[in-house]
Nanobody, 127 residues
Framework: QLHLVESGGGLVQPGGSLTLSCVVT????????MGWFRQAPGKEREGISC????????NYADSIKGRFTISRDNANNTVWLQMTGLKPEDTAVYSC????????????????????WGQGTQVTVSS
């Protein structure tokens, strides 16, 4: 069974940067599109970035476009989310998820496509 473990969250000042990691514990990451989602208190979970299985396709939510960058290394079973220019409204629990699909496609909105989810890592942006 695929397991996803996020790390890299923490407390950061506005304007700061963090890089989140998602390590996948099975050697089949190349068969999955991967997504990053976040959920702030009292709000619905939202998709913020995704990357296709080969890394060719990357999508970003408007709220983070230009500030966050998604990347992956299939050989090392890891997906990253580099976050810069952090704002207080970025405060949330960030989770990665895996969609068993090896084509050039990934989705931010069809959350039901994602078969596996990590537990999440807290990101707090505050002065």
């Amino acid at each position: 069974q695929l397991h996803l473990v996020e790390s890299g969250g923490g407390l950061v000042q506005p304007g700061g940067s963090l890089t989140l990691s998602c390590v996948v514990t099975e050697l089949t990451l190349r068969k999955y599109a991967m997504g990053w989602f976040r959920q702030a208190p009292g709000k619905e979970r939202e998709g913020i970035s995704c990357i296709s299985s080969s890394g060719v396709i990357m999508n970003y939510a408007d709220s983070i476009k230009g500030r966050f960058t998604i990347s992956r290394d299939n050989a090392n079973n890891t997906v990253w989310l580099q976050m810069t220019g952090l704002k207080p409204e970025d405060t949330a629990v960030y989770s990665c998820a895996a969609d068993y699909y090896s084509g050039d496609y990934c989705t931010l909105t069809e959350q039901r496509r994602y078969d596996y989810w990590g537990q999440g890592t807290q990101v707090t942006v505050s002065s």
